[in-house]
């Protein structure tokens, strides 16, 4: 999921840049979260940062979420739950170095160079859902 936050009158999103192999590139941005198992890894010691904040989320914060079918023929009745949250423009957000805020036409403007991976560009797509200013 992003975690997104009006920042100067400007919808932000908080992209997560990580380092794994098989990227096209150095790295690799996504959503501010992306994990299996997410209530387990909630429990273990060092969770993915910002994790808590999907699992304890007011529905006042939750702008979507739903449950998507993941591509049929290499993952057969795999299925993830994709999330956009908004905070407050007011609550502080200590952002780790590998995290960075980026306004929509940022991501779209990476994203026609393949920098973002497939979870991004999933919920990218559920964006014209949302009325997203």
Request: charged residues 20%.
């Amino acid at each position: 999921g992003f975690v997104t936050q009006k920042l100067g009158g400007t919808l932000h999103f908080l992209v997560r840049a990580s380092l794994e192999p098989g990227n096209l590139d150095v790295i690799d941005m996504g959503p501010t979260v992306a994990c299996s198992n997410a209530e387990e890894r909630a429990k273990q010691p060092n969770p993915p940062p910002f994790l808590d904040l999907f699992l304890t989320a007011p529905s006042g914060q939750i702008r979507y979420s739903a449950i998507q079918s993941e591509e049929g023929g290499r993952f057969y009745h795999f299925q993830n739950r994709y999330m956009i949250l908004e905070l407050e423009p007011d609550v502080p957000v200590d952002v780790p170095e590998h995290f960075v805020w980026m306004t929509l036409g940022q991501i779209i403007a990476f994203t026609k160079y393949s920098y973002f991976n497939i979870e991004a560009r999933n919920l990218l797509a559920c964006l014209s859902l949302l009325n997203v200013e």
